[in-house]
């Protein structure tokens, strides 16, 4: 960068006739809320964002930190439609043949202590709906809760 392309004036530092804005999250922040959340900026997208803080501003890597915060930002993720054609269609599950064929297996642990196990192990049959619940330590290992699916499974 050149030195003819900085300014300082009236306090204000000026990099190509814009406010170099310093490494100040708050700052950078505030300044793309005020282009991108108000009622008046409308929530505009990436490009516009970075055009209207632009005009004004400017710090290193400003388009990527623009792109960063509307990317994130709830009430577009929320509102603003996805413009990508549809996933497809949904396809039925296949039908399983035999109760307790398809399991799943999961753990609710660090619970309170409770005759000395502090979680559960939950098996539950994906035909039937039917839960075993049995009680375990959140330490288990992977072969202990082989042995206990196992024996109360």
């Not at 915060?69 to 396809?91: A, F, I, M």
Request: aromatic share 12%.
């Amino acid at each position: 960068m050149h030195s003819s392309e900085w300014l300082n004036i009236n306090g204000l530092l000026r990099f190509q006739r814009k406010i170099y804005v310093p490494q100040s999250p708050d700052l950078r922040r505030q300044i793309v809320a005020l282009c991108h959340d108000t009622h008046i900026a409308g929530h505009p997208g990436c490009w516009k964002t970075l055009e209207l803080v632009s005009q004004n501003y400017w710090w290193p890597q400003m388009s990527r930190y623009i792109s960063q915060y509307v990317s994130t930002c709830d009430l577009c993720l929320r509102t603003k439609p996805w413009r990508h054609s549809p996933v497809g269609e949904l396809q039925p599950l296949s039908v399983l043949d035999a109760w307790w064929d398809t399991l799943s297996v999961d753990f609710m642990v660090e619970l309170l202590e409770s005759s000395r196990h502090d979680a559960v192990m939950t098996v539950v049959d994906s035909i039937s709906k039917r839960v075993h619940f049995v009680p375990t330590h959140t330490t288990v290992t992977v072969e202990g809760a082989a042995r206990l699916f196992l024996y109360y499974a």
